[in-house]
């Protein structure tokens, strides 16, 4: 358009479009005239004027009106002329610089140059703070500030002038640094009446969110802003993915519907927004003054200050001069025009008596600054479909936008496996000339048909958004070009390009049909660190403890469950699925999940809604969404970074698998069709390949191997026995594996994966082609949280060097009162164990849900408790001691339908016989190998299905849960009432009574509310569930198992690889223990 114009620049593209609108209003003006002229273009000047003049007042309003818009066009133009520095009288860019100290620093490092990198500046800024000895600043802070400061790559001329504006390059740095090294702080705004002594109770303006670091003066800034967003409509919807409470505040006011004027603000706020407040400390017993408000700064004062209506004061006390602004907020962090096109107002509003006050005027600058850099780099994080696809965060809040748009949530996963396809055959190099790729083509036959076959083809597994012409097109055209691949000698030219361009047109249209919910996001984006809230109490009701659970498994639901009955809590459960799922029961259901009424997949869910949910009086809520941070009040959620505050936390964010290849889905309803997927690609398989003897690989490649007689099922361990956590489990495993003609390798692993051509190699030289892989290997403990730069310094120590969570016996992370954890997460001391190892005799602690679902039994009482009045450490307080565990788990295998491994201690089998749990083994054998295989340990699995899955539905069923956990000799609850009478045959001396209900099979962590969105879903508590085996060791060395409790994982179909389905590193791969932890589906 204009040499020099950079239409990436914001300034430029706000001008830009402000033209336009100009332009097209003139357009409008000149059809109107005319039109009132009787539109005759072909008469004289003299003729027209006089045929105008005769229709008097409504001439002259629109000659006026095409007037200043004329003058409006002009101003713009001017404008753009500055912003692309066209005047040729301009000798220096810097002069563009209204400060003078900026002006200086661009001239020396940068000359004429009109933008420069982002790491360019801050080397710049670094070179200047050593150089200058800047006092108190750090030199290695240049790059995170650029980084917040300014979105993305580079940093033009004006955007630096707008950050180093109004303060020196020192000042501004100090204020900057001290914004960017503090922790995030969720700051209470109280009114106090003055008059009456006390906070106001009839006025909750609720929460925004600062840095610990702030001044009063930056938080009066912020005070009026967020009393402006206390206008906005909050959402009625009652899609239960939005969020179940109102957003109360927000540092950003970007939203379009945002109020910029007191008007729109409730009459109870505008004091707030008009700036007529003063701060009084500890509960009005000390005012601040205007001059004290730039002094006084971090949590010590955050934490004392409220707010006193100006009007309320006695004459002594009212400040002298006010708040002379009237409107609204226009400071650096408005969008206005006007923002852009003059000098920053962060102060206006200011009652600062000198006007001189640089340092505190560099303050609010650069909280503005940065939250305006913030929510521009969120947007551009979604910007369109495919920058959303990769990033993984993002990638998960579009699933939750798709979800309430009502839009297929498979459309969602095809646009991923497509764009993954893409990008793999970029990664591999075409040959010279463009000659025939082998590698690339093999590669795009197989994922290509994958898709087509799914999504494209007749009958597929999945639907999407576009016509059945488009749909059969695409899919004709892969068949015909696979067809041609197949060929001894296929043509040297384009057949890759060919499928590739296939999937174009369906590409295109499914993406346009998600553009609603893109659209979402990115308005949800662009108002990061919102503080949601839940509808906590009435007017004149008692407000109600919070308590927030990252997790909806067997900790996380055990606790919301509990807590959500009792009036006295509010419940927030953070979790980006709508579901709790039982996933001990799915190798029974891989091969026929059923439907959603019919079948065992009915019977292995329930929705989160059911589980906190306590009648039409209830107004606990569920956040869909990963934990991306803690601090000590407050959690965030999501990409957009949704601030929950808390009373008190629990963290129960279970494991993931070592290969990122499930993704959570948010509703149900899509997990049951991708179940039903993968039960059709095991039946369209010749060889299904089970990676992992342990207990998950056992179960898998049982249950498949009786589905289906004549398929080739394959079963790869490293170690040199099956389930070697159960020392003579052994020999009875592959008698049974025998029967159902599994194929099994012991002492080998595969060290070479090719998931394209679904191809795999093994150290002994063996190959095997499958339609079908599960990996089961070992999992870890979702802690990322605890790793982000926002969490709290003190909350992140709280992790070992495993990467589990240091708790104390009450299940508290050390040195906090109120922030529990639960589950797989914990570190060792809170888990019991199965026994020796059948190869190295070492025990190991086994991560099983029975055991999460006493953590949140001592974590639901220790909160009620405490609430009560029990004092810390307190005698009544639950707690876990694993050393008091003289039966050991037990545990329900499954062999198939017809049958299962159990592993029991013979006394435990007398009671659950009793409990009509009767493991169908007799007492000889128990006695002589502690476990056996009977078909009443298959039929007990179900039943153990239905009372886990029922016990997050029903109070009745709850408790007879609670009964059968609390009577685990593992907690301790000085409460609880004494054990009935021994059962015959007399138990060991350190036993008690009650009896810990069976495990099944347990190899799920609890659900996943982390940043990453391959992690896999909740587990489900089972009541009777199986213990998850530890990696086996190499044949040489074996090596300790891990402590993390592992999943079946039916997959997405859409691998968070660069390809179209995830290829795993084959050293990597090599390196990974194969005893099942967490079953990885590969298709």
């Not at 609204?328 to 969008?335: M, R, T």
Request: a negative charge.
């Amino acid at each position: 358009m204009v040499d020099g114009l950079n239409q990436e620049d914001k300034r430029t593209r706000v001008i830009l479009g402000n033209i336009q609108s100009c332009v097209a209003e003139l357009d409008l003006l000149l059809t109107h005239l005319l039109a009132m002229a009787d539109g005759v273009l072909g008469k004289s000047s003299v003729c027209l004027c006089i045929t105008l003049a005769s229709k008097g007042k409504d001439v002259k309003a629109a000659e006026k009106e095409l007037g200043d818009t004329e003058d409006e066009l002009r101003k713009h133009v001017e404008s753009l002329v500055q912003a692309t520095q066209l005047h040729k009288f301009s000798t220096r860019t810097a002069n563009k610089l209204k400060q003078a100290d900026a002006r200086r620093f661009w001239d020396e490092h940068f000359g004429d140059q009109r933008e420069v990198s982002v790491e360019t500046l801050a080397e710049a800024l670094r070179f200047e703070v050593n150089e200058r000895e800047y006092k108190g600043l750090d030199s290695e802070v240049a790059l995170p500030i650029c980084r917040q400061c300014f979105a993305g790559q580079t940093v033009t001329v004006l955007g630096f002038g707008e950050v180093f504006a109004t303060a020196s390059i020192s000042d501004t740095m100090a204020a900057l640094s001290k914004r960017v090294k503090a922790q995030s702080h969720m700051f209470a705004v109280k009114v106090f009446d003055y008059e009456e002594k006390k906070i106001d109770q009839t006025t909750e303006p609720g929460f925004f969110m600062c840095r610990a670091s702030d001044s009063l003066k930056v938080i009066r800034h912020l005070v009026m802003t967020h009393a402006l967003t206390l206008g906005e409509d909050e959402d009625d919807s009652d899609d239960e993915f939005t969020f179940n409470g109102g957003v109360v505040g927000t540092t950003g006011t970007n939203d379009k519907h945002s109020p910029r004027s007191l008007h729109d603000v409730p009459p109870e706020f505008r004091f707030m927004a008009s700036g007529e407040f003063s701060f009084f400390l500890d509960n009005g017993a000390v005012r601040v003054t205007r001059k004290q408000e730039k002094t006084l700064e971090g949590e010590e004062y955050l934490s004392r200050v409220v707010l006193v209506r100006n009007d309320d004061l006695p004459d002594s006390l009212r400040p002298k001069k006010k708040v002379q602004k009237s409107g609204g907020i226009a400071g650096p962090g408005s969008n206005d025009d006007t923002a852009w096109e003059t000098e920053s107002r962060a102060g206006e509003g200011s009652s600062m008596g000198d006007g001189k006050d640089t340092e505190a005027y560099a303050e609010d600058v650069a909280e503005a600054i940065m939250r305006r850099a913030s929510e521009e780099l969120a947007v551009s994080s979604c910007r369109d479909i495919v920058t959303a696809l990769r990033t993984p965060g993002i990638l998960q809040g579009l699933r939750v936008a798709v979800v309430r748009a009502r839009l297929p949530e498979e459309a969602l996963t095809f646009l991923v496996e497509v764009d993954q396809l893409r990008r793999a055959a970029g990664a591999i190099s075409p040959t010279a000339a463009g000659a025939l790729s082998l590698p690339r083509l093999r590669m795009v036959k197989a994922s290509a048909t994958n898709i087509a076959t799914r999504f494209l083809a007749a009958g597929a597994s999945y639907g999407l958004p576009v016509s059945d012409e488009v749909r059969a097109t695409a899919a004709n055209e892969i068949a015909e070009t696979a067809s041609l691949a197949e060929q001894e000698d296929p043509p040297p030219f384009g057949l890759d390009k060919r499928m590739l361009e296939a999937l174009v047109v369906p590409f295109l249209e499914t993406e346009k049909t998600l553009a609603p919910a893109l659209g979402s996001l990115r308005r949800k984006q662009a108002n990061q660190n919102k503080v949601v809230t839940g509808k906590n109490a009435t007017a004149g009701e008692k407000k109600k403890h919070r308590v927030v659970i990252l997790g909806g498994g067997d900790a996380g639901n055990t606790v919301a469950f509990d807590l959500a009955r009792d009036d006295r809590f509010h419940v927030t459960l953070v979790d980006p699925k709508n579901y709790f799922e039982d996933v001990t029961a799915q190798p029974m259901l891989l091969c026929n999940p059923g439907t959603a009424t019919e079948g065992r997949w009915c019977g292995t869910v329930c929705a989160y809604g059911t589980v906190i949910d306590a009648g039409s009086h209830s107004r606990n809520s569920h956040v869909p969404g990963f934990a991306m941070s803690v601090s000590k009040s407050f959690v965030e959620v999501g990409s957009e970074r949704a601030v929950v505050p808390y009373d008190s936390l629990v963290i129960t964010t279970g494991s993931s698998y070592s290969s990122n290849i499930k993704i959570e889905n948010p509703t149900a309803e899509f997990r049951l069709r991708q179940l039903q997927a993968e039960a059709a690609v095991i039946r369209c398989s010749d060889t299904i390949l089970v990676i992992g003897g342990g207990l998950v690989g056992v179960e898998c490649a049982s249950n498949i191997g009786e589905r289906y007689p004549g398929k080739r099922v394959v079963l790869v361990q490293s170690g040199s026995v099956l389930l070697p956590r159960v020392p003579k489990a052994h020999a009875k495993i592959m008698k049974r594996m025998e029967q159902l003609g599994v194929e099994v390798h012991l002492n080998e692993r595969v060290i070479a994966f090719d998931d394209m051509l679904r191809e795999y190699k093994t150290d002994k030289g063996n190959v095997f082609h499958a339609g079908k892989v599960y990996r089961c290997v070992g999992a870890t403990p979702n802690t990322g949280l605890f790793k982000d730069d926002r969490t709290d310094p003190a909350i992140a120590a709280q992790v070992d060097d495993k990467g589990f969570v240091k708790v104390t016996a009450y299940c508290q992370l050390n040195g906090f009162t109120n922030v529990y954890a639960g589950g797989d997460i914990l570190e060792d001391k809170m888990f019991g164990s199965s026994g020796a190892h059948a190869v190295d005799g070492n025990q190991y602690p086994e991560r099983i849900a029975s055991t999460a679902f006493i953590h949140g039994l001592i974590i639901a009482r220790n909160i009620k408790r405490k609430l009560d009045g029990e004092p810390e450490g307190g005698a009544n307080l639950c707690s876990f001691d694993k050393n008091n565990d003289p039966f050991g788990a037990a545990l329900e295998i499954s062999l198939g339908l017809e049958c299962g491994l159990g592993v029991v201690h013979p006394i435990l089998a007398d009671i659950y016989d009793s409990m009509n749990f009767s493991f169908g083994i007799s007492r000889e054998e128990l006695e002589r190998d502690k476990c056996g295989v009977s078909p009443e340990v298959a039929r007990n699995k179900e039943q153990v299905t239905a009372l886990v899955v029922g016990a997050f539905q029903n109070v009745e069923m709850n408790q007879i849960v609670q009964g059968m956990f609390g009577g685990d000799p593992k907690m301790k609850d000085p409460l609880a009432a004494p054990p009935g009478g021994a059962p015959e045959g007399g138990a060991p001396e350190a036993a008690p009574e009650a009896a810990p209900v069976p495990e099944a099979v347990a190899y799920e962590p609890e659900a996943v509310p982390e940043a990453v969105a391959e992690e896999p879903e909740a587990v489900p508590a089972a009541v009777a569930e199986m213990a998850v085996p530890e990696p086996e060791a190499v044949a040489e060395e074996p090596e300790p198992e891990p402590a993390a409790v592992a999943e079946v994982a039916v997959p997405e179909a859409v691998p968070e690889a660069p390809a179209a389905e995830p290829v795993p590193d084959p050293e990597a791969a090599a390196a990974e223990p194969e005893d099942a932890q967490a079953v990885q589906a590969v298709e």
